[in-house]
Structures are given as C-alpha cells and as structure tokens.
C-alpha cells in the first residue's frame, strides 16, 4: 500500500483529483458555476504532464456530453463535469450514453435551475436527470466527493452495469469549501480500478460498426428492459465494490448510511451536505433524550428499496428531507419511498419536507422542527400534510 | 469549535488568508473547514471569507453566523460593513491599522490591532495602495488566540502561498511579534 496524503482541498478538487487517479483517457468539457474548477484542474493536470489524457473544449454542454459518447464508444475512459443549466443542456444526450451503455462519469457540483437564476446549491438538476438512466451518488463531504468518483468507474465500467454514473457534491457548500481530504496514493487506485477494456463492440475505423443508430418496435422495448436489468444488477456490483474500497481504503460507503437508527422512532432521511448538519441535529437531540437516527442516502439510483425497508421499517416515523421540488407533487424521494413500502402491511408514517433550496442553509433548529412534526403526525396517526416547507423566509412570504 | 470570519476587500488576500489559516490547524491534527461567501467575487468589493476549526470532525454544513473572532484586512471597511455582526459575546476583533486598540469600540470584545499593512510593504508584499496583508494578519492572528502555531502558519504558507514564500513567513513573524493588545 502507498501513503495516502492528507491535504486540505475544495470539492472541485476532490472530484479532479478523484478523476486523475483513475487515469481517464478524455476529458470533453464545458465550464460552468459552481465545477468550473473541475475543468480548470483537469487541464492543468494534462498541461503539466501529470495526466495523459486528451482535454477537449467544446461550446456547450451538449456538445460536452457529445464528446464524451464518442469518445467513451471508442473504449476510452471519460470524465466530464457539470452543474445546473449545463446538465439540463445535456439532458438528451443523456439518455443516449446511458442507451448505448457508456460508462462515462460525470462530476456534478449539485445547483439549482433557473428561473430565477441562482448559483447555489439543491439538488433540482441531478433529480431531473433522474429517469434518463445513469447511477446516481451524493456526497456528504469532500472526501467523499473524491472516493465516489473512483467507485465510480469501478461500477460503471462492471461487464455487469456498464452504466454511467453521476457523483454529486452540493454547490459552494462542498464545491467551494476547503476540508481535510485523504488522498489515496496511485499504484493502490492503479491496483483497485484496472484499465478499462471493454469486451462489448467499440467504435473502430479498421472494424466499422454502427451503435445506438435504430430499433423499431420489436426491438425497442427488449434494448430498454436489457438496461433495466443493468442498473438493476448493478446493485450487487456497488455493494461490492464499496467493500472492496473498504478494505483497501479503510473507508467503507453503503447506499444507505445510518448514524444512531437501531433503537430510533424517528429517522431523518437526507442526501448530500446537508446529512452532516443532521447527524449534529441527531447528537443534540440525542443528549434531549429523543430517540431519533439518520439515514443518509448516498446512492439515489439505483433506489434502495430493500435497504431502506430494512432501515426505516421498524420505526414509527420518517422525515424525508429534500433539496429539490417535484412541482405538482413534493419530493422525488418521498415519491420513491413511498412506493417502496406501499405494499408493506406495517409501515412507518412518512413526511416530506422541502427546504434548503437554491442554497438556503439548513440550521440544527430546521432538522428540530422536522422531527417534532414527524413525532406530532406519529402521534396523531395521521398526517394532515404529507409535504411542507421548510425555513420560509417569512418577511418575503408574508 | 472556532469559527473565524476574515473581512477585506477582493485582491486583499481574505479568501487566502481563510485557507491558509484552515490548513495551518489541519497540520496540527484539528479537523477545519475553510470558504469564501457562496457567490460572486469582484476586486476592490468587500469579501467575506470563514475559517471553521475544532479538535474532533466538523459535520456542520452550515455557513458561519456566530464567529468567535474577526479578522479585519482593510479598517476603510468599518464605514461600509458591520464587522463585528454576530461576533459571539466576548469575542475578538483583529484589526489591520496602525492604532492602538483602545482606539476602537466593539462592546464587550477583545481588540487586537497590527499594522499589517506597512510589514506587507516592507515585505515587498503588493503595493502601498494595494498590500497583500493576509499572511502577516494570520502572524497577528496566532499571537492574539493562540490556538494556531506560528510554525504551523509557516507550512500552511510554504503549501498555500504561490510566491516570496520567505517574505511571507517573515510577515508573519513581524506582525506576531507586532500585535497590539496582548
């Protein structure tokens, strides 16, 4: 084993350096607020020949997201970055790398969608993403940006998935701020991620082949359904992987982390940054005598749908906490979990509180007040209003 | 856990200065956080930069609203910005000025003063009309609180600092040795 070097870095950074070590062949790229220190660091990484890759500059996300199919159907490894308006630019692009199972990864710096314009973070832009068919990974903090980017392509590139995969660090909260961040030396990642040699057809001059071009209906449905199957059988690729980052890396990921669940009647369920402000609101209200726990979703796609059964199901109550709006409905995970106990007999009661979007902080006092209104609708049987919002800044409301 | 907020003006050196601080803790085996106000950034306007150190893990993803200590880069800020808004009660104000503290009256806190501004320039450090005192603030900021090495802001500046690493270290030094209050 090498030395892991502790440095203390951005979020960006984390996420750059996260790539670097997994030596990605092309990087096609298009900068936007809050990742543009992502492309920044890659090019200067190529620039000062600490990465062998090929950078490439491009006028649009979409174009972005272009590059990275072609070169990603070529059996290069890529990488890419984005936020906000750049990842809904590249919406049907999307789509189409996770069709022609691509294993691109893509950083993104977590930022709300216009209009209004706002720089800052929720979780809007991935959560739209949410059907175009890649994993998707939050992170809490900014090591954790950095080592989701590595089990990234280890996931993605799995004969089993090859899927692409989007890690998520929250806007300036994780993206702009320096923390303390172990750097895991290169053989040992070299070691953990071999070189990417895909089995399936690749895109070559001297063997020409057409892929992603036509399939009518009696084929459609069997492509979609075969893609299905992968991000469904994906989820034994991740808890392995995780594990075996674990037992290299002495830093062990779940698709569902818990902090104080085992005897907890109510469980805050949250995603990204605002899960540590959290687990200090669990802490606190520890020491008050509440029995409460958290449960921190770090992979969003695939749904953990038997994780959190297990989790969440022998409490009495739930807090589903969300940065981001399903307008006409609430929350995209309040949806999901929701359905993943609708055929259950004993479930907990569920709420869904939207706050803390286009980068309102979410205080202690917030997660307080979360758990007292899920305690309160435990103790009613009964929810009056399945989803409420959160820490309105009343002087604009009024 | 200390939370700090470093006010100064865009070219000044605040966000450096928060960074730097955050990594001079780090090397002493304290977890940190180190940001600059989330947004935009424009020269010569006021910027706002936090450093966040505890002995045990930061969690805390909040911004800071509460410090324990300001940090003042540039006192033409006090006619324009509350400074000392939110300071914890009895908290402390560190001042780039070349007066003694009884000169200045934020209620119940501590007042420490070091003229950053003529060490930057003796250090060849920026220009008289725009010194880049972050690095002898932070020698300021050691001797007035005292939960940062002065060594430690010496390796933090020989990792965070791009250029006259030794004038740098030196401006430290002199404005440690320079801190009015103490």
């Not at chain 1, 890419?80 to 893509?106: D, K, N």
């Not at chain 1, 409905?329 to 004993?346: C, I, S």
Request: glycine share 8%; net charge negative.
């Amino acid at each position: 084993m090498g030395e892991q070097k502790s440095l203390t870095i951005k979020g960006n950074m984390a996420t750059a350096l996260g790539a670097k070590l997994c030596r990605p062949n092309v990087v096609p790229a298009y900068p936007i607020t809050p990742s543009t220190l992502f492309p920044e660091k890659m090019s200067e990484f190529i620039a000062d020949g600490e990465l062998d890759a090929s950078m490439i500059n491009v006028e649009s996300e979409h174009s972005a997201m272009s590059a990275c199919i072609g070169a990603s159907a070529t059996g290069a490894r890529v990488v890419t970055a984005s936020a906000s308006q750049g990842v809904a630019l590249m919406h049907e692009m999307l789509f189409i790398a996770s069709g022609m199972r691509l294993p691109i990864v893509m950083a993104v710096g977590n930022r709300a969608l216009s209009a209004p314009i706002n720089i800052w973070c929720d979780h809007q832009d991935t959560i739209a993403s949410r059907d175009s068919g890649w994993l998707q990974f939050y992170a809490e903090n900014n090591q954790e940006g950095l080592d989701l980017m590595i089990n990234a392509f280890r996931i993605a590139e799995d004969d089993r998935v090859l899927l692409p995969v989007m890690v998520g660090i929250d806007a300036f909260v994780l993206t702009h701020t320096i923390e303390g961040v172990d750097v895991p030396a290169q053989e040992d990642v070299d070691n953990f991620l071999p070189t990417y040699d895909p089995k399936q057809g690749t895109l070559n001059p001297k063997e020409p082949a057409t892929f992603g071009s036509f399939a009518p209906p009696e084929f459609y449905q069997e492509f979609k359904q075969a893609q299905t199957q992968a991000i469904e059988d994906s989820r034994s690729v991740i808890d392995e992987v995780f594990d075996d980052y674990a037992e290299r890396f002495g830093r062990q990921y779940n698709k569902v982390s818990t902090f104080e669940c085992d005897d907890a009647d109510i469980i805050l369920l949250t995603m990204g940054s605002m899960s540590g402000t959290a687990r200090e609101a669990v802490r606190k209200m520890r020491k008050d005598g509440k029995k409460v726990g958290l449960a921190k979703l770090t992979v969003f796609r695939p749904f953990p749908m038997p994780e959190l059964k297990d989790i969440l199901g022998d409490a009495k109550g739930v807090a589903v906490i969300e940065r981001n709006i399903s307008p006409g409905f609430g929350g995209a995970v309040f949806a999901e979990l929701g359905a993943t106990f609708v055929n259950e007999k004993d479930r907990p009661i569920m709420k869904n509180f939207i706050t803390g979007l286009g980068g309102r902080d979410i205080f202690i006092e917030n997660f307080e007040e979360m758990y007292q209104k899920t305690k309160d609708a435990v103790e009613a049987s009964k929810v009056e209003e399945p989803v409420e919002w959160i820490n309105m800044n009343e002087e604009v409301t009024r | 856990m200390y939370e700090v907020r470093f006010h100064g003006r865009g070219g000044q050196g605040s966000v450096t200065a928060a960074n730097t601080l955050a990594d001079a803790a780090f090397r002493e085996g304290k977890d940190v956080q180190a940001f600059p106000m989330f947004g935009v950034e424009r020269r010569g306007a006021p910027v706002t930069a936090f450093t966040r150190i505890d002995e045990k893990r930061i969690d805390l993803k909040i911004q800071i609203y509460e410090p324990d200590v300001v940090v003042v880069l540039d006192t033409s800020l006090l006619d324009v910005v509350d400074v000392s808004s939110g300071l914890k009660p009895g908290g402390i104000v560190i001042l780039n000025t070349s007066k003694e503290p009884g000169s200045f009256d934020f209620g119940d806190a501590d007042i420490y003063t070091v003229d950053a501004t003529s060490i930057a320039v003796e250090n060849g450090l920026g220009t008289e009309t725009s010194p880049i005192v972050n690095t002898a603030i932070l020698g300021a900021y050691s001797r007035a609180i005292g939960n940062v090495k002065l060594e430690s802001i010496y390796e933090a500046i020989e990792n965070n600092v791009p250029v006259k690493i030794e004038n740098n270290k030196k401006a430290a030094k002199e404005a440690f040795e320079k801190t009015k209050g103490v």
